[in-house]
């Protein structure tokens, strides 16, 4: 196999489980919306695919650095295939109704969660095997979800428009399908580092490592001591998991609800998406050439900044629509280099042996405010009213933004930590 090769089977997996996502962010919420017609039931069926996905995130820590992430991916990817292709059955025979549909979409988020803490452990390895520095790989990772964000939130409009939300997710099915298969046949068994030696295991050595449930939590807890006493991973959770839950009441109920009532469709709200996923790419594709460069923490502040209020502003103002998709494209190419930056802080403080427990942990931990992210925007827009909720969720996106400012330990953003893989 050649040197670069897993990294482009990393590639091409990511662009297409990627592509599938986005469409089915913007399908499911389209469909309950429709309807439905309650903010409040769509952010309701978000919560539900997202708190399963940060709980099977967090719980699948251990079991990556046990068995290796490849089979991780593979297994969970193959299994959405079949729950996520329920939903077109269901709509296709008139079945898809509300009590239906939140455990399948449960079902989705328990299986996605793994599948994507397993991909983001490979990274490290795979920057190893192609040669490459890792702020470059995470650079190139990072361009690639923007790029499969972006064709995933073009296609999924117009899709929506052509066949309906809910035969749109047939796609999301085979891209699932298609990414399990590269996976499973472009990347090698990638070896976990035993933590008794700190060591490589030898050459064609098993991908598990013996263990009980007790040893299982045992992993667990240890991956949250780590992440615990290191300030700076503490302080990029507590940012982000804030902006999550910010963007999950923005993305799956605000600027839909806002869509609809302009008397808009899915076509819209998905070429919104794509200028800002789109634009973003862009900021990746630098991150990715010059990011090992570049002065972190001044590039992350001023990229967040840029990338929060500006476009709640907009929309709560009822801007004309150019000035909307200008908006959004410059604070998508700002954040494209927020994930770059983070990945590579992230990846340089953890221990070789710890990457599958930490590096889920972490993302659960940022992720855990999500879940509720959807009902926050449905209770605001029914409390104070859609343009109040846009302009009260983008105020609390600039004060979260502006942690790097106030908190000491941002400032380690900067340092590198040695020898990771001791």
């Known amino acids: 196999m050649r040197r670069g090769g897993p990294f482009l089977a990393l590639a091409a997996a990511e662009t297409l489980s990627l592509s599938g996502t986005r469409l089915s962010t913007i399908a499911i919420p389209w469909l309950v919306l429709s309807t439905t017609g309650s903010p409040v039931l769509t952010g309701l069926t978000a919560m539900m695919e997202m708190l399963p996905y940060v709980a099977a995130k967090a719980l699948s820590g251990p079991l990556i650095d046990r068995v290796g992430p490849k089979r991780i991916a593979v297994v969970c990817d193959t299994a959405s295939v079949a729950v996520v292709g329920l939903v077109p059955l269901l709509d296709l025979f008139g079945l898809l109704d509300m009590p239906l549909l939140l455990p399948v979409v449960f079902a989705m988020g328990a299986l996605r969660g793994p599948s994507d803490a397993a ?150 709200l998905g070429a919104m998406f794509s200028a800002f996923t789109g ?16 002065p972190r923490l001044m590039v992350y502040t001023v990229a967040f900044l840029l990338t929060g209020f500006p476009r709640f502003l907009v929309v709560a103002l009822d801007a004309p629509p150019a000035l909307i998709f200008l908006t959004l494209a410059i604070a998508g190419f700002a954040s494209g280099f927020l994930n770059p930056i983070l990945s590579a802080v992230i990846f340089e403080r953890i221990p070789k042996p710890l990457t599958g427990r930490v590096t889920a942990m972490n993302a659960a931990l940022c992720f855990v405010l999500i879940p509720f992210g959807g009902l926050v925007g449905g209770a605001l827009i029914s409390t104070i009213g859609l343009a109040a909720a846009l302009s009260l969720t983008g105020l609390a996106y600039l004060a979260a933004t502006l942690f790097p400012l106030a908190l000491k330990s941002f400032r380690g953003f900067d340092k590198a930590v040695a020898d990771a893989g001791a």
């Open 119 to 268: 991909k983001q452990a490979m990274v490290p390895d795979i920057a190893t095997l192609a040669a490459m520095p890792l702020e470059r790989v995470t650079g190139v990772v990072g361009a690639i979800e923007r790029l499969a964000s972006t064709a995933g939130a073009a296609g999924a409009g117009a899709l929506i428009g052509l066949i309906g939300p809910g035969q749109a997710l047939v796609v999301n099915a085979v891209t699932f399908a298609a990414a399990a298969l590269i996976v499973g046949v472009g990347i090698p068994g990638l070896r976990r580092v035993p933590e008794s030696r700190g060591m490589p295991e030898p050459c064609g050595a098993p991908e598990a490592r013996p263990g009980g449930i007790s040893s299982y939590f045992s992993d667990l807890r240890e991956g949250w001591s780590f992440l615990r006493g290191d300030v700076v991973l503490v302080s990029i959770v507590t940012m982000v998991a804030t902006t999550n839950l910010l963007d999950q009441a923005y993305h799956a109920v605000l600027l839909p609800v806002w869509t609809q009532n302009s008397g808009h469709g899915p076509e819209l």
């Open 279 to 294: 634009a973003s790419i862009a900021g990746a594709a630098i991150a990715a050439a010059i990011g090992e460069r570049m």
